[in-house]
């Protein structure tokens, strides 16, 4: 599967349950102009392959410069011969159908892929061949899990001997080896009682040397209504709590959590995402990454979503703040202590674009003929299935952010 990029995030919104898009001739794709400004935000309409757009802090409107919608979309049968657009030189196929809800896959060492199906409660792996065009084997890894979401696989590196999977209120790990099609036994919890209701998705990752566990999780609500009700509680939690750490039913929430390998001496690592639903680590610089679907209700072009790396300590505003210290008219007043203290995400989204899993590309050695062009070594590209929270809907698409030595330029494609 290497020279192929999988895209179940996105391709369900487009009617399918799987599918691959591959570089046939070795040439890049064309680009076209960068949208800026007001343009920038658009919506699906003048979407097309290679159109890159640029969304910057300066850009935003005020708030409640336009009603908030409710546009949530409708499931229709699929078109005859409809596919999902692809530049010039890429072709799109289905790849595996009758999947019940994937919501997340991560490519296991040996290149079998492990799809979290998250409403049904399972795991399941598709075993293909590499450059295949259809898989051998769709098996059931596991089932009767908790909202499944996040997979990894530990130790890092060619043999792992788990797999972890992160449910909605807890991280378990399963017995493996390279090729398992179901799991050896039954499941170990490594870390127990994470926050439930609210967003319900986990994400879990490892950092390169496997000594750290990164677990996401979203918030329990849009914009923490209910903080202010709690505030009397708020000065002692500050001063023992991270920065921008929020409190009440939204404790150990909207962070990116970390531990060790065996669950234990967690703690935050960042705050103030609202729903980082992606995790990734960047094969060559190894920063942690993550694509985060920010607040609803202030507008259609307000605030953008974003994609960017997270250092640790590091506090990216919600619920008081988004896109730097631009404060959220919802909670006036509150928390000027931290109005300085945003960090700026990295990449900007079309607001309500909801991005889901991200990874990077990792050109073969060999340099295949069926491998993406080299220009896309290291960069990063993003499944969005936004928006129902926008009048105009930015629409279902996979996107590329450009990193020049890992670090990324401020638009995407």
Not at 67 to 79: C, W, Y
Not at 100 to 106: I, S, V
Not at 124 to 153: T, W
Not at 291 to 314: A, H, I, M, W
């Amino acid at each position: 599967m290497r020279g192929k990029l999988v895209l179940a995030s996105l391709i369900l919104g487009a009617g399918f349950s799987g599918a691959l898009a591959q570089q046939r001739d070795g040439t890049v794709p064309g680009e076209t102009e960068v949208l800026t400004g007001p343009a920038a935000y658009g919506d699906w309409s003048t979407d097309k392959p290679g159109l890159r757009r640029k969304i910057t802090a300066a850009d935003l409107p005020a708030p409640y410069a336009t009603r908030s919608a409710a546009n949530g979309p409708s499931v229709v049968r699929q078109p005859q011969g409809a596919k999902p657009k692809a530049p010039s030189g890429f072709s799109v196929e289905p790849f595996v159908t009758g999947l019940t809800g994937p919501r997340l896959m991560r490519v296991a060492p040996n290149g079998d892929i492990f799809v979290a199906e998250t409403y049904a409660g399972r795991v399941r792996v598709i075993h293909a061949a590499d450059g295949a065009a259809k898989p051998e084997k769709v098996e059931v890894f596991a089932q009767g899990l908790d909202e499944p979401f996040g997979i990894a696989f530990y130790p890092p590196g060619p043999d792992p001997k788990w797999v972890y999977v992160a449910d909605t209120n807890a991280v378990l790990r399963f017995p493996y080896a390279n090729g398992d099609l179901s799991a050896r036994g039954e499941p170990e919890v490594v870390v127990k009682s994470l926050p439930t209701g609210g967003h319900t998705t986990r994400d879990v990752i490892f950092s390169p040397d496997g000594s750290k566990m990164y677990v996401s999780v979203g918030s329990a609500s849009n914009v923490a209504d209910t903080l202010r009700g709690e505030a009397a509680q708020e000065e002692g939690f500050i001063g023992s709590h991270p920065l921008g750490a929020a409190w009440g039913r939204e404790e150990n929430r909207a962070d990116v959590l970390v531990f060790d390998p065996q669950g234990h001496a967690g703690h935050i690592f960042a705050t103030g995402l609202r729903n980082c639903v992606g995790l990734a680590i960047h094969p060559q610089t190894k920063d942690l990454w993550c694509s985060t679907n920010e607040r609803d209700g202030l507008g259609d072009d307000l605030p953008p979503d974003y994609v960017t790396r997270v250092k640790e300590g590091s506090f990216f505003g919600w619920p008081w703040y988004y896109i730097g210290g631009h404060q959220d008219p919802r909670h006036k007043g509150e928390r000027a202590d931290l109005a300085e203290k945003v960090s700026v995400p990295d990449v900007l989204l079309q607001p309500h674009s909801a991005p889901l899993a991200m990874t990077f590309y990792e050109r073969p050695p060999e340099a295949a003929s069926a491998a993406f062009p080299k220009e896309y070594e290291g960069d990063a590209f993003v499944a969005l299935h936004g928006s129902w929270n926008r009048s105009k809907r930015t629409g279902y698409k996979v996107v590329r952010i450009k990193l020049d030595h890992g670090v990324p330029r401020d638009e995407y494609q």
